[in-house]
Each structure stands twice: as structure tokens, then as C-alpha cells.
């Protein structure tokens, strides 16, 4: 089937599917509220709960530690991705069409992976494009995701995530089929590289972002230290971490550079409302009393890794309505997609704002 035409079928059926579940179950905290009171969303709530998607599908590729397809929640939602992780830290030995992550109970140097690995892409895709099954919403619910795996048990190199990158964008990669759905959001909740964007990756990110594809990054679970890569590069949208009241987390890095904050979820609160849980409802997987792995759907996001798919959910809902927008219109643009974030003292030079939807999408 042509992919045009199939994409608009896969739309469909996911606006239809989201028309039918979004007024008969609770939307997640973190999208706001179906009902007019203010009061009645969570201060940090992006408000897009009761936006439909726009007629123009999205592709997004989540370079992360590879998708369970299988998943309920993300049924629908995949495209074909690609293992970009190359031997000796991809236990398969090559890269290859397959982006499941590890096994569950797949070792390295005698390191065991952990499940919050193994599920982290999973979870990641379902903060973007979640259907609605088992009430795991997405931002954007027509997205497509095409799934980069980019670590595992093993560690991970530096080449692997300029090739990852690199292929998500369409661009050729040695040794890899070119991918056929480009992407026009990259989302990399992954952070921890140089504290100055190198020279590699910022000729990258420039080549990305001249070809028109919105870069989201996760801005570190650094404890308010300064942006690490690639949340450091320049024209990189970086995403710290916000709980349901609307205030910085602990764990978020704290920089001047961060271009927004949005729900990254944290300890529950102490306070009396639907919010308090402060934890973002994401497609994963649990182990059954037999000790068997089965799906689940979880109050269980939390981190700068959760808050950057937030924002790619909400870049592609933008860009479901005005598909011909560009990283330079959203620079242009964003003031009126935020809202003040309470200060912290130590970073005398931050002015945080957070994402949030005031004005219709579709406006130009």
C-alpha cells in the first residue's frame, strides 16, 4: 500500500480510536483535563487533552534501547526501525532491522541488564504515540514511531549515536539500508556526554535541523548541574523536568540553556489531588506471579527521559496541523506555548517556562 495512503488509514483509525477512549476513561495528569474548570488540570499540564490531532501524519523516531512492538498501547504505532548498535556491544553481534531491545535476562561483562533499560524505549514511544489501550495516552496519538535502538546490556559508542541520528534523518549510513520514513522529530531521551557539545555531533545536529527535523533531548537526571550532549548542542530543543505542581524536580539539570521544562513526574505529593501520584501513566512491562514478563500499562515515568517525549508528542501535534513548520519558526514561535516556572535561587540566570497549550495549533 502506497505509504501516503496507508498513513492516512492509520490516522484515522487512531483519531477514531482516541475520539472513543478520551471521553469514556481518565486522562493521564500530565495532558490536563477534558473538563472546562482550570482547576481541575495538574499546574503542569501540557493541555492538550482535549486537542484532536490535525489531518497530517508524523513520524518521530525514539533513539532509545529499542521497542517492544508487541505492546497493546503501541499497536498501530510503529514503523520499521533499526538496531544501530554495532558489535562488540550488540550481543546480536550486527546491526540489523530487528529494534527490540535485550533480552530480559541478556548480560554484559557480567552486568545483567535492568527492566528499566529493557522497557525505557517502550515507555518512551507510549508518552508520544500511545493509543489509548489500558489508558496509556499519547500527545499525539497519529504519530508513527520509527524505533533506533541505541543501547542495551552493553555500553555505548559515540559513533553508534551520530549513526543513529544520522539514520532517523533520513541521512545514508554506511553498511545500513536508508531509512524509508525519515523522521521529522528526533527524540533522545539519553544524556551524559561531554558537558560541551562536540564538534561531531554539533555538525550533525546542524545538518539535522537544516533539513528541517525538530531535535528533543532529555536534559540529564544530573541534579541541577549544568546541560550534558547532547541536550548542550545548539539548536537542540532541551527538556527538564517538572513535577505535577508545576516546579523544577530535584533530580532535573539546571541550566540557562534549557530551552523548556515539561511533566517529568517524581515522588508523590503531598497534597489532596488527582496529580498527586506525580508519576506519568507509560506503556511497560511487569513480571507476573509465575515470573513471567506480560504488558502493562503504569504510573511509573519519571525523569528528564519522560519530560523530552512530552515535548517531541507535542511538536508533532503542532506539526499534524502546519506540517511546513521548521525548528527556526518554533524558536520564532514558542512564547506562546509556555508558561512561567517557579524559580530556584541557585541558578540566578535561569528563567524556566514550561509547555503548555493556550493558543489553537492550527493557527499560523
Known amino acids: 500500500m502506497n505509504w501516503l495512503l496507508y498513513s492516512k488509514v492509520l490516522a484515522f483509525t487512531s483519531l477514531a480510536l482516541w475520539a472513543s477512549v478520551a471521553f469514556s476513561q481518565d486522562i493521564p495528569w500530565h495532558l490536563g483535563s477534558l473538563t472546562p474548570q482550570a482547576s481541575s488540570a495538574a499546574p ?6 482535549k486537542i484532536k490531532p490535525g489531518p497530517n501524519p ?3 523516531a525514539v533513539i532509545d534501547s529499542g521497542v517492544i512492538a508487541s505492546h497493546p498501547s503501541l499497536q498501530g504505532q510503529l ?3 533499526y538496531d544501530m548498535l554495532a558489535p562488540p556491544n550488540n550481543l546480536r553481534n550486527t546491526r540489523s532491522s530487528n529494534f527490540s531491545p535485550d533480552e530480559r535476562d541478556s548480560r554484559c561483562a557480567g552486568r545483567q541488564v535492568s527492566n528499566a533499560f529493557r522497557t525505557h524505549g517502550t515507555e518512551v514511544s507510549s508518552l508520544i504515540a500511545g493509543n489509548g489501550a489500558n489508558g496509556v495516552y499519547g500527545v499525539n496519538p ?8 541505541l543501547f542495551g546490556a552493553c555500553a555505548m559508542a559515540r559513533n553508534d549515536l551520530l549513526d543513529a541520528i544520522s539514520w532517523a534523518a533520513g541521512f545514508s549510513v554506511a553498511g545500513v539500508p536508508d531509512n524509508p520514513n525519515p523522521a521529522r522529530v528526533i527524540n533522545l531521551s539519553i544524556a551524559g556526554g561531554l558537558s560541551v557539545c562536540g564538534a561531531d555531533l554539533q555538525l550533525l545536529i546542524n545538518r539535522v535541523v537544516e533539513k528541517k527535523i525538530f531535535v528533543v533531548a532529555a536534559a540529564g537526571n544530573n541534579f541541577h548541574k549544568p546541560l550534558p550532549e547532547p541536550a ?4 537542540v530543543v532541551s527538556v527538564g523536568a517538572l513535577n505535577a505542581e508545576n516546579r523544577i524536580e530535584v533530580y532535573s539539570a539546571l541550566d540557562p540553556r534549557t530551552v523548556l521544562y515539561a511533566p517529568g513526574g517524581g515522588k508523590r505529593l503531598a497534597i489532596d489531588a488527582p496529580w498527586a501520584v506525580n508519576k506519568l501513566k507509560v506503556a511497560t512491562y511487569e513480571l507476573d506471579f509465575t515470573g513471567q514478563e506480560r504488558s502493562a500499562a503504569l504510573l511509573r515515568g519519571v525523569g528528564t527521559s519522560y519530560a523530552a517525549p512530552v515535548v517531541s508528542g507535542f511538536i508533532s501535534l503542532w506539526l499534524s496541523y502546519l506540517p511546513e513548520k521548521n525548528p527556526a519558526d518554533l524558536t520564532r514561535e514558542l512564547n506562546k506555548f509556555l508558561r512561567d516556572v517557579e524559580p530556584l535561587a541557585k541558578c540566578v540566570d ?3 517556562r514550561g509547555l503548555v497549550s493556550t493558543v489553537k495549533l492550527d493557527s499560523p
Not at 44 to 49: G, L, M, P, V, Y
Not at 142 to 149: D, F, L
Open 350 to 352: 535561569c528563567v524556566p
Open 142 to 149: 497519529t504519530a508513527k514511531i520509527v524505533a533506533v535502538r
Open 58 to 60: 508524523v513520524v518521530v
Open 232 to 235: 548542550n548542542c545548539k539548536g
Open 44 to 49: 503542569s499540564s501540557i493541555n492538550t487533552a
Open 79 to 81: 514503523l520499521p526501525g
